[in-house]
């Protein structure tokens, strides 16, 4: 096991952050707006973000870097800023935590399909170590690949995420199929964990998806295929709209308890996606202390 890895699970479970993106919208992001820009047009609040899930408890701290990649960045005008916006993003999480939390750099999905030819492997390899290079220059202490959906281009960024050296998280989303159990191109738990795990994955883990209640079999299915620590963030639930919002009908203390039991369950990183706030991570952090 990677040594930062091996220390920060020494003592127990690690309470990870929640959701960015409505705690971005709180501060003014429009809905539609590319959120990854604000690293450099609104850092005062993306710093923000970080330091209401520090103050939480969280114990580790993702990055506002998740849809940096070159080729997203591109599809908002902002493709000669990949090296700008992912070192930002990682100064921006370190110093709103001031070494009370670890920062670990998101990296998701690029939005194009391999399946179809929109996108070749080398072109998401090219795209990804780029990112992760710039994530680690800026001084993250991991690397979060993160929402994936293809098994291919989440095995394409473990390998980017790699050449940094750093320890590497691979989570996917399980929200498809008949069993609601398998990544929306047929992926189930059990590959997932195999073949991120044979692609070098110091942690893995399951993220978003259909609500917190799906989460304990795909959890105890993860935990049951690999050897490597699992890291579970689940959605709050799954969401209405109201006036054009998502609105997620979880609440902490519900979704706190549900922590408890994956963490009972084996995740020894728990946190929150879609839906979840920093008064979740309370939450779940006072059911832990208790
Ligand atoms: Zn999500």
Not at 11 to 25: F, H, I, M, P, S
Not at 196 to 210: F, K, R, T
Not at 261 to 289: M, N, Q, V, Y
Request: proline share 4%; hydrophobic share 45%; with cysteine.
């Amino acid at each position: 096991m990677h040594p930062t890895i091996e220390k920060l699970i020494a003592n127990g479970a690690v309470v990870t952050d929640g959701a960015w993106g409505t705690q971005l919208q709180a501060r003014g992001l429009a809905i539609g707006e590319f959120p990854d820009a604000w690293n450099l047009t609104h850092p005062r609040f993306v710093g923000e973000v970080a330091r209401a899930y520090v103050n939480a408890g969280s114990r580790v701290i993702l990055t506002n870097t998740f849809g940096a990649n070159r080729v997203r960045l591109a599809e908002n005008s902002l493709a000669d800023r990949v090296v700008e916006i992912n070192q930002r993003g990682v100064e921006i999480s370190k110093i709103a935590v001031a070494g009370k939390a670890m920062v670990f750099a998101s990296i998701g999905p690029t939005g194009k399909l391999l399946l179809n030819g929109e996108i070749t492997p080398a072109e998401i390899q090219s795209a990804f170590e780029e990112q992760a290079t710039a994530l680690a220059q800026g001084g993250a202490d991991a690397i979060v690949v993160e929402t994936m959906a293809d098994i291919e281009e989440a095995k394409l960024a473990v390998a980017a995420a790699r050449t940094t050296g750093l320890p590497v998280v691979a989570c996917m989303v399980f929200d498809s199929g008949k069993n609601l159990d398998r990544t929306m191109m047929g992926t189930t738990p059990e590959q997932a964990a195999q073949e991120l795990s044979e692609a070098g994955a110091d942690v893995i883990g399951a993220n978003c998806g259909q609500g917190i209640s799906r989460f304990l079999s795909i959890c105890q299915r993860l935990r049951a295929a690999t050897d490597r620590p699992v890291w579970i963030k689940p959605n709050a639930g799954l969401p209405q709209l109201e006036n054009g919002r998502a609105v997620y009908a979880g609440t902490p203390a519900d979704f706190a308890d549900q922590a408890t039991d994956l963490i009972a369950a084996g995740a020894k990183f728990i946190g929150g996606c879609c839906g979840t706030s920093p008064e979740f991570i309370s939450a779940i952090c006072r059911r832990i202390a208790g």
